[in-house]
């Protein structure tokens, strides 16, 4: 937690990525440094293609920067890691498995198998309330139940570090609510590292340790915003002075930034 002594977890050193489109190169990511520590919860907001799903995509190992590295542990990213789970705006589920045997795939990956396997993989739908549904089919549920859903599954996969891209943004305002909560509780107390882009601003500051806020395309880090509100955060954090204050002020320098993306 914040104030101890803590090893780098993830180091990103001069990251650009430039894509080659129809109509000619797009820069996505101009030059990002930035180091996180263990058990941090890094929060990154800002516009629309600025680049914020390039750079996790990066650290997760599936796109490669044009130049420059990503360290994690100290040793150079070049592919996917069980170290390092994904939750992605869509959910990515195996549409010919049951919701159970979704989860339980994270598990064997990790060569947990049996009744620990299914035992384990229920735990795991039940904090995201989808016990109920462990024998039904992807296609029998709704958007946000299969997010939930993607969620268990990243949660049973038990990474070091969490990266997770809008993952609760297509869900109602109470799930939202209950897994952001449940977020930070996994957070807490398995002493995760996470990297979470969101849009919503009281999300961002609600979850963080620290809020990146990135700039118009290219996509640049503008400015890091500590969020100095201690934990347990709650719905009534959202009323406290310092929270108005914070969202103010990251929320000024979004829509700034958003204001750039429309000229
Ligand atoms: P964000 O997640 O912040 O909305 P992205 O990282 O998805 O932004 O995209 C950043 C920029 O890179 C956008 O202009 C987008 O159109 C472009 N881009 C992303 N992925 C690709 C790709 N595979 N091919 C070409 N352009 C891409
Ligand atoms: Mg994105």
């Known amino acids: 937690m914040a104030g101890e002594a803590r090893n780098i977890t993830l180091q990103i050193k001069n ?5 080659t489109g129809r109509t000619g190169e797009v820069i996505a990511l101009n030059g990002v440094d930035l180091d996180i520590y263990e058990n941090e919860f890094i929060c990154v907001v ?3 293609g600025c680049g914020k799903s390039t750079l996790l995509n990066i650290i997760a190992g599936l796109t490669e920067p044009t130049s420059g590295e990503v360290y994690c542990h100290g040793k150079l990213i070049t592919g996917t890691g069980t170290e390092r789970g994904v939750v992605f705006q869509q959910y990515a589920l195996f549409p010919w498995l049951t ?26 739908l039940e904090k995201v309330d ?9 296609k029998e549920l709704s958007g946000g139940m299969k997010q939930r859903v993607a969620i268990a599954r990243a949660y049973a996969a038990d990474p070091e570090v969490l990266l997770m891209d809008e993952p609760f943004g297509a869900l109602d305002a109470q799930t939202r609510t209950q897994l952001q909560s449940e977020l930070l509780e996994t957070w807490e107390k398995d002493q995760k590292t996470c990297f979470f882009i969101t849009h919503d601003v009281d999300e961002a500051i609600i979850l963080a340790t620290k809020v990146i806020i990135m700039s118009a395309r290219p996509g640049r880090i503008k400015e890091i915003v500590d969020i100095d509100i201690p934990y347990p955060r709650n719905q009534e954090t959202k009323m406290t002075p310092r929270f108005l204050e914070l969202k103010n002020k990251i929320w000024g320098e979004v829509y700034k930034e958003y204001l750039e993306v429309r000229k």
């Not at 990251?15 to 894509?19: A, E, L, Y």
């Not at 919701?99 to 795991?124: C, H, P, S, T, W």
């Open 15 to 19: 990251v650009r990525k430039t894509f």
């Open 130 to 138: 989808l016990a109920k549904f462990a024998d039904h089919y992807p």
């Open 99 to 124: 919701v159970k045997k979704n989860v339980r795939f994270a598990l064997e990956m990790k060569g947990i198998k049996g009744q620990e396997a299914d035992e384990l993989a229920m735990k795991y």
């Open 46 to 48: 800002g516009p629309s």
